[in-house]
């Protein structure tokens, strides 16, 4: 098994930036696919970004493609999401997730971390 913790989210200007960080326990980070998903008050979960377990290959949704960059470093265990150009639809709980198939990064994937809070100002 695997616990991610996200941590880094708060309150942002509009056009601001914001980098979310995952911590993933475990020896075997390296050997998952990790991305995020964000919940916006009143709507479903939503799939923004995942990235392969070399980093070669990264994957966004519409919504946040040019604005935001997943990447990992797996000397440190870590993910992390690189927020630009904030808005206020970006405003959710963001969810670090973890799977060893990549078929499930965009529908729902293994594992889950808590969430953290980021909120844009309008």
């Known amino acids: 098994q695997v616990q991610l913790v996200e941590s880094g989210g708060r309150l942002v200007q509009t056009g601001g930036s914001l980098r979310l960080s995952c911590a993933a326990s475990?020896?075997?980070?390296?050997?998952?696919?990790m991305g995020w998903f964000r919940q916006a008050p009143g709507k479903e979960r939503e799939f923004v970004a995942y990235?392969?377990?070399?980093?070669?290959?990264?994957n966004y949704a519409d919504s946040v493609k040019g604005r935001f960059t997943i990447s990992r470093d797996n000397t440190k265990n870590t993910a992390y999401l690189q927020m630009n150009s904030l808005k206020p639809e970006d405003t959710a709980v963001y969810y670090c997730t973890a799977s060893t198939d990549i078929a499930t990064m965009r529908v729902w994937p293994t594992y889950w971390g808590q969430g953290t809070q980021v909120t844009v100002s309008s």
């Open positions: 475990g020896r075997t980070f390296s050997s998952y696919v």
């Open positions: 990235l392969t377990w070399n980093g070669g290959l990264r």
